[in-house]
């Protein structure tokens, strides 16, 4: 069973070590002349007893698991025979010396164990001492005499081996154990035993090295360690440890601060079994492992995931959590008063779209700051996203200290913020409520906003506190505005219609043109359209709206015409949203050819506003529009911001007169002064002027007076129905 690894590296023996194991084991010339002599009969004593080895290695699963081809068994046969050989030379020289040392560490690596290496000489020997003996036909004395030189030889031999195979195992051991630590130094582990009965610590130089400590300063019992523990993680560690002992646990596991050389602490984990030698004496036994880093980024993703990224405030989440465990305090008896402000900044898009996104984050940093120093200890501040921020305000003496605080960050942010060489000044609105145990947390959020919402509405930069009957104008704008998207589809809308009357003509004289307005009922009663106008603006749904109105209005139009009135106009009022689509006028013309109405007889009216807001499109179509014939009349002229300038710009045929200027026109010389620079300058440009609102005979002389000869109003006509129009343009 033995072979050779010519690439071993095998202990050297020099000159002096082997003379002293020669002279040890008594090896003399007279041995290796002994051997010598057995040279013509050895080869038959070796072969006999290499045989019957094999034969009986077969018996045994661990050698017949290694013998398991005739090729390796032939090969092993023949190597031992020639190794048993060379013994019966006797020669021992440095060739001799390099091959028993490599046997050695050959079957360490091949992994037969010495009890079936030292078990193989021995079943060798035995065989060959009763070949030798019977083949000494004398007395027998020269067999012995030249058995006992074959022991001295092999028992050399075999020592030689042994130190190969035992120095080949220390070495695989130191190996294994350098590239454990290796390892663990890898892992940041440092190992610990600590024996239980004799409360011995063992740490090793990982260990103490992570906290900057040497193993003799941690010393060599439990004390060393957990008096390094932090205070209020070392009864944890002791329960885990304990848990673990009594079979709670398979294995100790356990998270806890230790104290560095440098008195600063580190996060460890530490990790450990329990076992018992044969003597029962238990040994707990383990690694530790720094894990600040990981604690670190724990906390920092747990810091990231309750607040704000820009501004460091709570974020949503985490402030509905604390909201909602105030309202449930709220309920319980001596409860305080608490409050919640809803803060939004006025004009802070101006702010990002003029210095940009950075400047913007910078300010609500700031921001931030002051909100901060405003709140006390213990309330919560928030920034629920883009420009809003929310405060919980808690243990309130009386609902009053709400508004003290409010006023506080109103004064707060009314400071410039100073960038660079620029200042600016940013201001806010607030809303308020008082909350109560019978709100959720979603309740109490809306009242906040919509108090804010008011605050807005009244004039920015102040605070506003919530009352039911916002709540209720909201429940009611949303019920107006869910019916009001419903009323065209359920013939809820009529129009009605304005006469407009020539005022030289005699009374009694049929209408020159007619406004169409739309009405709605709802329900049976009539709804404002102060009400369900902007709401048909806000949504969207104006624009189906106004080409029913458009088209309805013509198809009438168009039979007053055919019944006596060939002559008369409609008018009809334009949105901003209809102006902006791109297919207006084609829209319209379809529609006049649809109803037949001339485009001569139809007069679309427009606000200022929406000339001061055109774009490039909305003047095409009102030229396109002006081209087709259709007359465009500007309403409400002199009540908004509207430049001389549009005048010339736009294609306007008609001028319309607010009533706000006839009110004092009779008896107020300013008010008549416009009127007759309105009317005077219409007259230059060539524009008719109708005058809106007509309520008194004064008014009308005045008018007359002044050459205008159209108007419309209360005195003239009310609004009337198709059927009272019929009537008027009978007569």
């Not at 606000?607 to 179509?621: C, I, N, P, R, W």
Request: contains cysteine; glycine residues 8%.
């Amino acid at each position: 069973m033995h072979s050779k690894q010519k690439n071993a590296s095998p202990p050297e023996i020099d000159a002096a070590d082997l003379a002293e194991r020669l002279r040890f084991i008594q090896w003399s010339q007279e041995d290796q002349v002994r051997l010598n002599g057995w040279q013509n009969s050895a080869g038959t004593l070796i072969e006999n007893a290499v045989l019957k080895l094999y034969g009986h290695l077969g018996q045994f699963a661990v050698p017949a698991g290694i013998l398991r081809d005739e090729a390796t068994v032939t090969r092993l046969k023949e190597r031992q025979q020639e190794y048993y050989q060379q013994l019966f030379r006797g020669r021992i020289d440095g060739d001799y010396l390099k091959d028993r040392s490599l046997i050695g560490q050959v079957h360490e690596q091949l992994g037969v164990d010495l009890q079936w290496y030292l078990g193989s000489y021995r079943f060798c020997l035995s065989e060959m001492l009763e070949g030798m003996v019977a083949a000494d036909r004398a007395d027998g004395r020269w067999a012995l005499e030249s058995f006992q030189s074959l022991l001295k030889i092999v028992f050399f031999d075999i020592t030689l081996a042994a130190e190969a195979y035992l120095a080949a195992t220390t070495r695989a051991l130191a190996a294994s154990e350098s590239r454990f630590s290796h390892a663990l130094r890898g892992a940041n582990d440092g190992i610990w035993e600590w024996d239980l009965e004799t409360d011995r610590l063992y740490v090793s130089d990982w260990w103490a090295g992570m906290l900057g400590f040497t193993v003799a300063a941690i010393g060599q019992q439990s004390a060393g360690w957990f008096d390094l523990v932090h205070g209020d993680d070392l009864d944890g560690l002791r329960q885990a440890i304990d848990t673990h002992l009594e079979g709670g646990t398979p294995s100790l596991y356990c998270e806890y601060r230790i104290r560095t050389a440098r008195d600063g602490l580190r996060w460890v984990l530490v990790r450990g079994v329990v076992e018992s030698d044969h003597q029962g004496r238990r040994r707990l036994a383990g690694s530790q492992t720094d894990i600040s880093r990981q604690r670190r980024n724990q906390k920092q993703l747990e810091h990231a995931a309750k607040h704000d990224q820009l501004t460091g405030l709570l974020n949503r989440r985490r402030f509905n959590s604390y909201l909602e465990e105030l309202l449930l305090r709220q309920g319980r008896p001596g409860a305080r008063y608490a409050a919640l402000l809803f803060i939004d900044l006025d004009r802070f898009k101006l702010i990002n779209d003029s210095l940009g996104h950075a400047a913007g984050d910078k300010v609500l940093r700031h921001v931030a700051k002051r909100l901060q120093d405003c709140v006390r200890t213990g309330d919560r501040l928030a920034r629920f996203g883009g420009d809003e921020f929310v405060v919980l305000l808690d243990d309130l003496a009386v609902p009053g200290d709400a508004e003290v605080i409010a006023r506080k960050i109103l004064t707060s942010l009314r400071e410039p913020l100073r960038f660079g060489d620029r200042y600016l000044v940013v201001s806010a609105s607030i809303g308020i409520t008082v909350l109560g145990p019978e709100q959720s947390p979603e309740h109490a959020l809306q009242a906040a906003d919509l108090a804010l919402y008011r605050a807005k509405e009244t004039g920015k930069a102040r605070y506003h506190l919530f009352d039911q009957s916002m709540q209720d104008e909201v429940r009611n704008r949303l019920r107006l505005e869910t019916d009001a998207l419903q009323a065209l589809q359920g013939n809820e809308f009529s129009l009605v219609y304005q006469p407009v009357l020539d005022l030289l003509s005699p009374g009694g004289c049929p209408p020159v043109a007619v406004e169409a307005l739309l009405r709605w009922c709802h329900d049976g009663e009539p709804v404002s359209p102060v009400s369900f106008i902007p709401v048909l603006e806000e949504s969207g749904e104006i624009i189906p709206v106004g080409y029913w109105v458009l088209e309805q209005a013509c198809q009438q139009t168009v039979h007053w015409q055919n019944n006596g009135a060939p002559h008369l106009r409609c008018s009809v009022n334009l949105s901003g949203l209809q102006l902006r689509e791109a297919d207006f006028s084609l829209r319209v013309r379809e529609i006049l050819d649809l109803t037949g109405l001339p485009s001569t007889s139809l007069v679309l009216e427009i606000t200022e506003s929406l000339l001061v807001d055109a774009e490039g499109h909305s003047v095409s179509s009102l030229r396109e529009l002006a081209a087709m014939g259709v007359r465009i009349a500007l309403d409400d002229f002199g009540t908004g911001f509207c430049s001389l300038g549009y005048l010339n710009r736009f294609p306007i045929h008609i001028i319309k007169l607010d009533r706000s200027f006839l009110v004092e026109a009779h008896d107020n010389p300013t008010q008549q002064a416009i009127c007759r620079a309105i009317i005077s300058l219409s007259a230059t440009l060539g524009l008719d002027v109708v005058a809106e609102g007509i309520e008194t005979l004064e008014q009308v002389d005045f008018l007359l007076a002044e050459n205008c000869r159209f108007g419309q109003g209360f005195l003239l006509s009310h609004p009337l129905s198709v059927a009272d129009m019929n009537l008027m343009l009978s007569r």
